[in-house]
């Protein structure tokens, strides 16, 4: 619109300077709207001017933050760089510390009497559960629980080699020989004990010898009814009998039809027995009452004479 104006006005003083005949009101108002458009003209410059001073000055100042920017940058990243090579520094000597304290502590331990006491106490304690463990685990292989701090009188291999001496003459043990050892431990039987209290002897293993009193279809296959004595050579006047099978339970002892040790043992003959107490036995006997007699769990029988 003031474009338009002043174009109007421009047409005006125009057609004035050609002598065209304008009304002298006209010209009058032309003259005055061509004043006001060069008055707005020259506002709007100095707006202008103002405008694009205020934006040299803004960028003048991003120019210049931009530079405190990259200083600060800088600043940072050299900062970082010194923060990174004091963390190293300190690393080195934590480093250093721990080593030259280790070695103070080897010294000690190796040189300080008390100290080299105390040490071989524990190794000689895990060599002892080291090596009882492998004998009792004697088809698994053989481990142990090394702690540095014994380095100053044992290494972890010399610690093995140790338990694996140790153990050797009960791990090259064969079948046979651990079972007769095993048997070896059985204790011959108080047979007053036993008749008192069954119950007490339940899982411990004894040594007796016995004449079979009952051995027929009525024990089954795999169990018998025997007087016992607690030692060899006695005579069974007494009737301290006892019930003998394979396992705790009379049911399967009298289910049970496979007993090879068994083979040509019958009824009247002598036996030894290496048994495990199983408690008590209760039966029915054949006038309506019942009996209780010990429960004894067979783990090898050896025949002593034929009845």
Not at 56 to 72: F, I, P, R, Y
Not at 140 to 153: C, G, L, M, N
Not at 228 to 251: N, T
């Amino acid at each position: 619109m003031k474009k338009l104006a002043v174009g109007v006005a421009s047409v005006a003083v125009f057609l004035a300077a050609c002598g065209g005949g304008t009304d002298p009101a006209v010209e009058e108002a032309a003259a005055a709207e061509l004043q006001a458009a060069q008055e707005e003209a020259a506002s709007l410059t100095s707006e202008l001017e103002k405008r694009q001073s205020e934006l040299d000055q803004t960028a003048a100042e991003l120019a210049e933050s931009s530079g405190e920017v990259k200083t600060l940058t800088e600043t940072v990243a050299s900062v970082e760089s010194d923060l990174a090579t004091a963390e190293r520094e300190r690393d080195d000597a934590i480093a250093e510390r721990d080593a030259a304290t280790a070695e103070a502590v080897a010294l000690r331990q190796q040189y300080d009497p008390e100290i080299r006491a105390s040490l071989q106490a524990e190794v000689d304690a895990e060599i002892s559960r080291a090596t009882a463990d492998a004998v009792e685990n004697y088809d698994d292989p053989i481990t142990v629980d090394f702690d540095s701090s014994w380095e100053p009188i044992i290494s972890e291999q010399e610690l093995l080699d140790f338990v694996t001496a140790a153990a050797a003459p009960e791990r090259s043990k064969g079948a046979d020989e651990r079972e007769a050892e095993r048997l070896s431990s059985y204790e011959t039987i108080n047979v007053d004990q036993v008749i008192k209290n069954p119950d007490a002897y339940s899982g411990t293993g004894v040594l007796m010898w016995a004449r079979i009193v009952q051995y027929d279809a009525a024990t089954g296959v795999c169990s018998f009814q025997a007087n016992f004595l607690g030692y060899q050579g006695g005579r069974f006047d007494y009737d301290e009998r006892g019930q003998f099978g394979y396992g705790e339970d009379a049911l399967a002892q009298s289910l049970n039809l496979v007993c090879p040790d068994l083979d040509g043992i019958d009824q009247d003959d002598t036996i030894k027995v290496w048994a495990t107490g199983g408690g008590s036995f209760s039966y029915s006997t054949r006038n309506g009452g019942t009996n209780t007699i010990p429960l004894f769990s067979i783990e090898k029988v050896e025949l002593i004479s034929k009845g």
